[in-house]
């Protein structure tokens, strides 16, 4: 069974770091697409980043643009988000999801993902 487990989620001020981790498990981890998705009360679930199943190509919902960056480690089965210049709007849980799909776009959304973890809250505290 496909489990994505997320950690390093937290409290931290304005202008801080975080990073956080996904361990995945019970799939073969470097055929997937993995993304990073975020969602604030109230609000939908939105895309932050997504990385190849390689590891060479990364995209950015524009807001995290130069202060977000995705990796991922294929032999960890983990991939990873590191955050800084953290803002309030920062805040939100974050999720972490598996994609087998080909077509780049249906990487931007949720719906092009076929496992999802629990989410790991970040608070940005000003």
């Known amino acids: 069974q496909v489990q994505l487990v997320e950690s390093g989620g937290g409290l931290v001020q304005v202008g801080g770091s975080l990073r956080l981790s996904c361990a995945a498990s019970?799939?073969?981890?470097?055929?997937?697409?993995m993304g990073w998705f975020r969602q604030a009360p109230g609000k939908e679930r939105e895309f932050v980043a997504t990385?190849?199943?390689?590891?060479?190509?990364?995209h950015y919902e524009d807001s995290v643009k130069g202060r977000f960056t995705i990796s991922r480690d294929n032999a960890k089965n983990t991939v990873y988000l590191q955050m800084d210049s953290l803002k309030p709007e920062d805040t939100a849980v974050y999720y972490c999801a598996a994609s087998r799909s080909l077509i780049l776009v249906l990487t931007f959304t949720p719906r092009g993902y076929d496992y999802w973890g629990q989410g790991t809250q970040v608070t940005v505290s000003s």
């Open positions: 019970g799939l073969t981890f470097s055929t997937y697409a």
């Open positions: 990385v190849s199943w390689s590891g060479n190509t990364t």
